[in-house]
């Protein structure tokens, strides 16, 4: 080989993996999970010239090698662009929930100091952030009185604090609902005992020596229908109660809402005398088994406290009191069923009569005034997207002021500017300006939008089909990320739970596993079946006694669909899903051999199993009419539950479920993976310690990353091209 034929060869080589190495530098890598950063709470000025927001980042913790943690600080922007954010909070603890003082001199905040909540001050006159509130049971949720001078806060307080308070119950009231303890009558086990702890001695001491043993978290004793946390089990039965303080260290915080319900959402009256809030309708009901939710109205003394809107079965709850006074705007539904809440609105003080409803087939979350009351701002799933909402509260109609493109998380309105949070397939997360009818947005912010901008992505793409009930069903298609006609691709069905969840361009919980997927040669297919949110009432009550067959239909149909475009290799089908979806992965496999590997994250497999042990077990009841025992419901239960069609199935199934999962229930992956172990089928089952419900989400991030490789690396045992 002569010299100039073994340079250019060598100059070819460099070349080429350089080439090689930018293609696979600009592809979306399972460690981009670490770079996104979430823009969270939202508030704008009182004049409308400034945004506050949170931003949580993750970043090497600096006391655990290899580990990660999240980190939420305040920030500051001028909504008009003219300079760049400035961060106003540092440090390890979490700086969340700002809220502006009325005069805009001033910001509340929460940040958790000794393990409890606390109300911080900033103010804009220099300083460090002052802490206001030193309450022994917590402070959250700061909502500043119209004069700047006080402020309410929510505080969760256990039972059997409250009943020994000598402040928040100096009388030693008893509650008005049964505890509920079996062979004690009105309450009469919640008395203090005062006899001293002796195993040997009498009824009295003994009860001493077992109520010493439960402090000393030797014994759980449980009696409440509500028990299961996320997490953990717990004998201790929380309430949640309002409070006013004077906004100036030291001040001493008035109980609002004593007594034994549970109370949130509170809003000072235009006039600053009264505080309406959101609260267990019944107070003789025992709050674990309330579904039942009524609007109050107190004087700030605590006095004259008067329900304002309560119904037996049905929930009234979300309230927000217009900027005069005049209005409060709510959400009400019936208790205990699958529905959309109503959007409500009635004058102040008026009755039940006077109730305006504004017809909107979406579930809607934050509402939010404008300052003429012209209309309400909300946000609401809709057919893939989040959208922002403004309703017309004369002429009763709602306009969509975003697109189902796009994801709204998180918005505030003052002085007709809009400040609001996007997911897109082109980023993940970012803060944006507008007016008040959302025209020509402005982006405030660049926290992913420099990196991202430097990533290849995959573009979704929508498309419809009409299902065996006559619903059209969305569902998008991604293709791998460097796409070449006429080769052929693994494809990935996903599957979202829920089952009132809802996927598509605007949701940020999937942007980075998607993208991760087609980054890796794999197309990903996923669709909103029957049940999902997003779609109006009517749709989501498609599934209700029908949680396999029609559901696996739909996503079934969007695969067949895809398939059909003609690059995908039928021979290297994968499907995947978490929580619902966990469950109808399993279902499809039962009854379905198309999949060469499968993926079945953090399920539901055995309905009655779950009913016992997820702390989501309403959901039986409500999707099947009835209870396991119960002759009429049984057999619906036992044969809408995978595990029932264990025995079909022969696919490679990897299991992923977290060790301190409660809304599903670990039981429930043990008892699939050893019913295929027993089976011989091919089977791996992960289990994460310390992981919750949550640990795709908002989970430890190692263990994030671990799932999504395992995953990868268990289909590609199967999928690789022969």
């Known amino acids: 080989m002569n010299k100039q034929l073994a340079a250019f060869l060598l100059l070819w080589w460099a070349s080429l993996s350089w080439v090689q190495a930018q293609q696979t530098n600009n592809l979306v890598q399972v460690t981009d999970l670490l770079k996104i950063k979430q823009v969270g709470a939202v508030a704008v000025s009182p004049d409308g010239k400034q945004v506050a927001f949170t931003v949580t980042s993750i970043e090497p913790d600096p006391e655990k090698k290899n580990e990660f943690r999240y980190n939420t600080q305040l920030y500051l922007q001028p909504t008009n662009k003219s300079q760049a954010p400035r961060q106003l909070t540092y440090g390890n603890s979490n700086a969340t929930q700002p809220a502006w003082s009325p005069d805009g001199q001033q910001l509340a905040f929460v940040r958790v100091v000794e393990s409890k909540p606390q109300i911080f001050l900033l103010s804009f006159s220099g300083g460090e952030p002052v802490q206001l509130t030193k309450f022994k049971h917590g402070a959250g949720n700061p909502v500043w009185s119209p004069n700047g001078q006080q402020l309410l806060f929510t505080s969760g307080i256990a039972l059997n604090e409250l009943l020994s308070d000598s402040t928040l119950n100096p009388a030693r009231d008893l509650p008005k609902w049964s505890y509920e303890k079996p062979g004690f009558f009105q309450n009469e086990n919640l008395r203090t005992n005062t006899a001293k702890p002796n195993p040997?001695?009498?009824?009295?001491?003994?009860?001493?020596?077992?109520?010493?043993?439960?402090?000393?978290?030797?014994?759980?004793?449980?009696?409440?229908?509500?028990f299961q946390e996320e997490s953990t089990t717990s004998s201790n039965l929380n309430l949640s109660h309002i409070f006013l303080i004077d906004a100036k260290p030291g001040a001493t915080p008035k109980d609002l809402t004593p007594g034994f319900f549970s109370s949130s959402n509170p809003n000072f009256t235009a006039n600053g005398k009264q505080v309406i809030f959101d609260a267990n309708a019944d107070e003789t009901e025992n709050p674990t088994r309330s579904q039942e939710n009524a609007i109050y109205q107190v004087n700030l003394d605590g006095t004259g406290l008067k329900q304002l809107l309560g119904k037996k079965g049905m929930s009234y709850s979300g309230s927000t009191v217009s900027p005069s006074g005049k209005w409060i705007a709510f959400q009400y539904s019936p208790s205990n069923?699958?529905?959309?809440?109503?959007?409500?609105?009635?004058?102040?003080?008026?009755?039940?009569?006077?109730?305006?409803?504004?017809?909107?087939?979406?579930?809607?979350?934050?509402?939010?005034?404008?300052?003429?009351?012209?209309?309400?701002?909300?946000?609401?799933?809709?057919?893939?997207?989040?959208?922002?909402?403004?309703?017309?509260?004369?002429?009763?109609?709602?306009?969509?002021?975003?697109?189902?493109?796009?994801?709204?998380?998180?918005?505030?309105?003052?002085?007709?500017?809009?400040?609001?949070?996007?997911?897109?397939?082109?980023?993940?997360?970012?803060?944006?300006?507008?007016?008040?009818?959302?025209?020509?947005?402005?982006?405030?912010?660049?926290?992913?939008?420099?990196?991202?901008?430097?990533?290849?992505?995959?573009?979704?793409?929508?498309?419809?089909?009409?299902?065996?009930?006559?619903?059209?069903?969305?569902?998008?298609?991604?293709?791998?990320?460097?796409?070449?006609?006429?080769?052929?691709?693994?494809?990935?069905?996903?599957?979202?739970?829920?089952?009132?969840?809802?996927?598509?361009?605007?949701?940020?919980?999937?942007?980075?596993?998607?993208?991760?997927?087609?980054?890796?040669?794999?197309?990903?297919?996923?669709?909103?079946?029957?049940?999902?949110?997003?779609?109006?009432?009517?749709?989501?009550?498609?599934?209700?006694?029908?949680?396999g067959a029609g559901p696996a239909s739909d996503v079934l149909t969007a695969l067949d669909k895809a398939v059909a475009e003609g690059w995908a290799d039928t021979s290297r089908l994968?499907?995947?899903?978490?929580?619902?979806?966990?469950?109808?992965?399993?279902?499809?496999?039962?009854?379905?051999?198309?999949f060469k590997a499968a993926c079945s994250q953090r399920?539901?497999?055995?309905?009655?199993?779950?009913?016992?042990?997820?702390?989501?077990?309403?959901?039986?009841?409500?999707?099947?009419?009835?209870y396991p025992w119960e002759e009429a419901h049984k057999g619906i239960i036992q044969s809408e539950s995978p595990l029932t069609y264990v025995q079909n199935i022969t696919t490679p199934l990897i299991i992923f479920h977290g060790e301190n999962d409660l809304r599903t229930g670990v039981i429930q992956s043990e008892m699939l993976y050893k019913s295929l172990k027993v089976l011989n089928r091919p089977v791996e089952y992960v289990r994460h310690p310390g992981a919750t419900h949550e640990i795709t989400r908002a989970g430890n991030n190692r263990q994030r990353i671990d799932q999504m490789l395992r995953t990868y690396e268990f289909f590609e045992r199967y999928l690789q091209a022969k």
């Open 200 to 226: 040997d001695g009498t009824l009295a001491e003994i009860r001493g020596y077992l109520d010493q043993n439960e402090k000393d978290n030797k014994a759980k004793v449980i009696n409440q229908l509500r």
């Open 337 to 547: 069923q699958v529905s959309i809440p109503a959007l409500g609105i009635l004058p102040v003080g008026g009755k039940a009569s006077e109730l305006i409803t504004i017809a909107y087939d979406r579930n809607k979350s934050n509402l939010v005034w404008s300052e003429n009351e012209k209309h309400l701002y909300f946000t609401s799933p809709s057919n893939g997207g989040i959208l922002l909402n403004r309703a017309d509260v004369q002429k009763r109609k709602v306009e969509s002021l975003t697109d189902v493109t796009k994801g709204v998380s998180a918005f505030d309105l003052r002085k007709n500017q809009l400040a609001y949070v996007i997911t897109e397939v082109a980023n993940p997360n970012e803060l944006y300006a507008a007016s008040a009818d959302a025209k020509k947005p402005v982006r405030l912010t660049s926290f992913n939008h420099d990196w991202v901008s430097q990533k290849k992505l995959s573009q979704p793409q929508k498309h419809t089909f009409t299902n065996a009930k006559g619903q059209t069903v969305e569902y998008w298609v991604m293709k791998p990320t460097n796409f070449v006609e006429g080769q052929r691709y693994p494809l990935l069905l996903e599957i979202h739970g829920g089952p009132t969840a809802m996927w598509g361009p605007g949701e940020n919980s999937m942007w980075h596993e998607y993208q991760y997927f087609t980054s890796r040669g794999y197309g990903v297919v996923y669709a909103n079946p029957r049940g999902s949110g997003g779609y109006g009432e009517e749709f989501m009550k498609a599934n209700i006694k029908d949680w």
């Open 574 to 594: 994968a499907i995947t899903g978490g929580s619902y979806g966990g469950y109808l992965v399993s279902w499809i496999l039962g009854h379905d051999k198309r």
């Open 603 to 626: 399920g539901v497999y055995d309905l009655s199993t779950f009913f016992g042990e997820g702390n989501a077990w309403r959901l039986v009841p409500n999707y099947f009419g009835g």
